[in-house]
């Protein structure tokens, strides 16, 4: 089993910044993918950022040249920097690690982008 906690969410006026960080905890010894999604009230859950364990990231198109995504392998630790943030990313943050059984999910984390 695995758990994630997020942290670090927030309200934040448009083109500010916010960081979000997630700590993994229980009986993994180490963990592969890393991610972040995010959901819109009214909307599906959609991916926002991937980073592997040797640190190679992907985006959403929407999101890229303004997030970025970094981890901390030995604390088991994914972050997210958001940068120039739109309100169009107000969402509830969830952080994310695939396994061969069912994925892990954080319970999430408010963000709010509104002046």
């Known amino acids: 089993q695995v758990q994630l906690v997020e942290s670090g969410g927030g309200l934040v006026q448009p083109g500010g910044s916010l960081r979000l960080s997630c700590a993994a905890s229980g009986s993994i010894l180490s963990i592969d993918n890393m991610g972040w999604y995010r959901q819109a009230p009214g909307k599906q859950r959609e991916w926002v950022a991937t980073?592997?364990?040797?640190?190679?990231?992907n985006y959403a198109d929407s999101v890229k040249g303004r997030f970025t995504i970094s981890r901390d392998n030995a604390k088991k630790t994914v972050d997210l920097q958001m940068n120039s943030l739109k309100p169009e990313d107000t969402a509830v943050y969830y952080c994310h690690v695939p396994s061969r059984g069912p994925d892990y999910w954080g319970k999430g984390t408010q963000v709010t982008v509104s002046s």
């Open positions: 980073i592997t364990s040797r640190s190679i990231t």
